[in-house]
C-alpha cells in the first residue's frame, strides 16, 4: 500500500528561522510530489510540483527538493504569514490504468514574531 | 484562469436528512473533477471522482453519492444524513492528463446534529 509520511506533525519556529519540512514515501510508479499550503478553514493551494529525482522549484522563501524516497519543503527566513498546514501528495500508478494521489496528514507551521 | 467554487462553506443538518453540495469550476473544459473528505488529524480522504459528464467513479463505499449533470458542474448527495458524515469537504479540479495538480475550492464545513 502507498504511503505518504510528513514529519513533524507540528514545527514552531521564530520569525527568520529556517527550517525544512519532511515528506517520505513508499510508492512504486512515482507521476508526480505534489505540495499544498492549507490555511484554516480553506481549501489546499497548489504550491509545486516535482516530478523526478533531483528537481528543484522556489517560489518566495520556500524551495522544494525531491530524492527517490523524499522531498523536502526549506523554508527560508520565515515570516508570521508562512504559518499554514503544508500538505504532500504522491501521484503514482496504481494499476489498470490508473493512479491515485495519497496525501500525508500535514505538518502545522506556526511562526511566532 | 481557472476558478472553483463550492457552496455552502457551512452547512448544519439533522440527521437524517438530505444533503447536496455543489461544485462548479470556470475557465476550463472538460476538467477531471474530485471529491475529498477532510477529517481532524487525518489526510485528505478521496470519495469520488470523474473523468466527464455522466461518469463517476467511487472510493469509499458509504452514505454519500456524486453526480456530474454538466462538464464544470460536480455535486455531493446523501439521501439520509448520518453523523459520522460530519467533516469539512472538498471539491478539486485537475486537467486531464494524468500527473497535472489538482487545485482545490474552499471546502464545505458540515456539521450534523
Known amino acids: 500500500e502507498d504511503q505518504v509520511t510528513q514529519s513533524p506533525e507540528a514545527l514552531r519556529l521564530q520569525e527568520g528561522e529556517s527550517s525544512s519540512l519532511n515528506c517520505s514515501y513508499t510508492v512504486s510508479g512515482l507521476r508526480g510530489l505534489f505540495w499544498y499550503r492549507q490555511d484554516p478553514g480553506k481549501g489546499p493551494e497548489f504550491l509545486f510540483t516535482?516530478?523526478?529525482a533531483g528537481e528543484e522549484k522556489e517560489k518566495e522563501r520556500l524551495k522544494a527538493t525531491l530524492t527517490k524516497k523524499e522531498s523536502f519543503l526549506h523554508i527560508t527566513a520565515p515570516k508570521p504569514e508562512d504559518s499554514a498546514t503544508y500538505l504532500c501528495a504522491v501521484l503514482a500508478y496504481s494499476g489498470a490504468g490508473s493512479y491515485q494521489l495519497t496525501f500525508g496528514k500535514g505538518t502545522k507551521l506556526s511562526v511566532i514574531p | 484562469s481557472q476558478t472553483i467554487h463550492q457552496w455552502p462553506a457551512t452547512l448544519v443538518q439533522p440527521v437524517g436528512s438530505p444533503l447536496s453540495l455543489e461544485c462548479t469550476v470556470e475557465g476550463t473544459s472538460n476538467p477531471n473533477l474530485y471529491w475529498y473528505r477532510q477529517a481532524a488529524g487525518r489526510g485528505l480522504q478521496l470519495l469520488f471522482y470523474?473523468?466527464?459528464?455522466?461518469?463517476i467513479s467511487s472510493e469509499v463505499p458509504q452514505n454519500l453519492s456524486a453526480s456530474r449533470p454538466q462538464d464544470r458542474q460536480f455535486i455531493l448527495s446523501s439521501k439520509k444524513l448520518l453523523l459520522s458524515d460530519s467533516g469539512f469537504y472538498l471539491c478539486?479540479?485537475?486537467?486531464?492528463?494524468?500527473?497535472?495538480?489538482?487545485?482545490f475550492g474552499d471546502g464545505t464545513r458540515l456539521s450534523i446534529l
Open positions: 478539486a479540479w485537475s486537467l486531464g492528463q494524468g500527473n497535472q495538480p489538482q487545485h
Open positions: 516535482l516530478y523526478s
Open positions: 470523474s473523468v466527464g459528464i455522466g461518469q
